[in-house]
């Protein structure tokens, strides 16, 4: 009897197993659905960063070679913008600069209250004055960090006293 017992209890398991598998799928199959649309989006300033590195003469020797030799050194400027930006850079005139001339500067270093001139140019051919109102460069906006080459020349046959002469420039990215 027992066994008889076991096999029917197992054949109202296996209907029930049925009975509640098939009742899931019928609900399943009824089910509703909703849908939304979910907006994403984000948007990019154009921008610019600039930083520098001087442009160092080392020794001008007012008694030796740089009598007749102009003295020559280069610097650099370099700058990254968002890709697609239109950007320009220029230079001011100094610090020490001779009257306001900012399309061709008339810059000079100081030491204490004596003057030593210098030009600085963007081509190496030195013949662009690299000026505070003349886009003299376009810095190129592909996403990319560019250098550009500052050439600075103190003219030859300028007989100073000795010191250390210093001046300040300010390299500006307009975008």
């Not at 009824?30 to 930083?51: F, K, P």
């Not at 650099?76 to 320009?88: D, K, M, P, R």
């Not at 220029?90 to 306001?100: H, P």
Request: proline share 3%; glycine share 10%.
């Amino acid at each position: 009897m027992k066994t008889n017992l076991n096999l029917t209890l197992l054949k109202i398991s296996k209907a029930s197993a049925f009975a509640l598998t098939t009742s899931i799928a019928s609900m399943n199959a009824t089910a509703a659905t909703e849908t939304a649309n979910l907006g994403v989006s984000a948007s990019i300033a154009d921008g610019c960063t600039i930083s520098a590195l001087p442009v160092a003469f080392g020794t001008y020797d007012t008694i030796g070679v740089n009598v007749a030799t102009d003295r020559t050194a280069e610097g650099s400027v370099t700058v990254l913008c968002t890709a697609g930006a239109s950007a320009s850079v220029s230079l001011g005139q100094g610090v020490n600069a001779v009257g306001d001339v900012p399309v061709t500067p008339v810059r000079r270093m100081a030491s204490g209250a004596n003057r030593l001139g210098y030009s600085l140019y963007s081509d190496v051919a030195l013949t662009s004055v690299w000026g505070a109102t003349t886009s003299a460069v376009t810095a190129l906006a592909d996403g990319a960090s560019h250098a550009m080459t500052v050439y600075g020349k103190i003219p030859a046959g300028q007989n100073l006293p000795a010191g250390s002469y210093a001046d300040t420039v300010v390299a500006t990215i307009t975008f």
